[in-house]
């Protein structure tokens, strides 16, 4: 694989698709038959999708592309994106290549456990259950670990340690949780987190008269944050104000907190699910973390430092590298080839990367040109087909789009549809013209 993947990756919008295919072999990230694979359209046999879900009538397809210029703690990457929104990659790609010039990309992950969650709905005594989470807690965990998570134990994870929560119900009755920490090393570890806490409801109960309600996993897992850090030197100063405004924007005002989140994630959930893992699980946990403070607020903040503009991101992004969709679907298998991940924090770091330099991205057009023009240029192709433009065509009603919008800095389907409209009866009255 090529190290440097900023001079292979040069110029590589411009190329036609098999190009851009070839242009990965190339580079040792896409194997022959995968090119294959991707050329004939991606997966087709039923039965895998069998396998998923029930109901199935067939596959539905989101385009899947790369982001290029990524350089993430000193390290070329390629980033594979499933997305249908016109301008993500473009933009991530852009601001990668901006940052790669002018900065740097640093990321880490804080913590290493899932918690797992154990309901005692109406607990009888608090205390008592305190004082027996406190005597049987160890052989509750060494129990779990050896009959159920044996597997990550081996890997060096496994039931870390457990946490006793109370909470006031409406009716004056108190509610307890217990928390049961357990580090899932490179899967995702839900199944094997719901299947420890089922596994222990039994134990406990026993061994402390109370009545367990339910067992499941918590997707606010505030005890594995990935973090990560942009650093932008000698940008003007007039630009890091206006970026630092409109992270505190976000950071103070919820209304705007949910969209610049949104701009966040519009970096994460192409990866999330071109690598197959679960985003709905990220999306929930980033929300929640989100709220932590009572407040809905950005996960994102961006400050200038000197003559630096400093940008982090922090929130809970727990993926898997094993298992699961991740490894039995092969355009999953192929992204997951593209990344070169090596761990599940790896590629949880690779998603806070990603969801920073969209935001800054996001963030960078907002407070200059505004959003629509980049937008909008990159989504005039799609206006060409939603107005019906014939193959031949959609590049010169692209270029008559182009002139409208740079005139009126505004552009909708009607302007497609009337601009096609008219070059159609122009061709028409050329050829009543010419013929004899
Ligand atoms: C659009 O998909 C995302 C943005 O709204 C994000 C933002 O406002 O920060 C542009």
Redesign the pocket.
Known sequence: MATNLDKVFQGFSKLSYPERLRVLSRAGLLAEESAEYLQEGGLKDISLGEKFIENVIGYFQIPLGVAVHFRIDQRDRLIPMAVE?TS?VAAASKTAKWIREKGRIETSCKGQDIIGQIQFAKVQDFQRLQKTVHAFGREWMDLANREVAFGLVQRGGGVTSLNLRSMIRPDGLTMAVLHVHMNPCDAMGANVINQVCEFLKGPIEDASGEKITMCILSNLVDTKITEATITLNEISAELAEKIEEASLF?ELDPYRAA??N??VL?GIDPILIATGNDWRAVEAGVHAYACRSGQYRSITRWRREGHQLVGTLQAPLVVGTVGGVTTLHPTASLCMRLLEVSSANDLSRVLAAAGLVQ?LG??R??VTDG?IEGHMRLHLKNLTLGAGAREQEIPILQKKLEEILTLRKRISLSHAVEALREMRSQDARRTENISP
Do not use: Y
């Open positions: 929104e993500i976000a969209t610049n949104k701009g519009n935001n996001a963030l057009a907002l959003i």
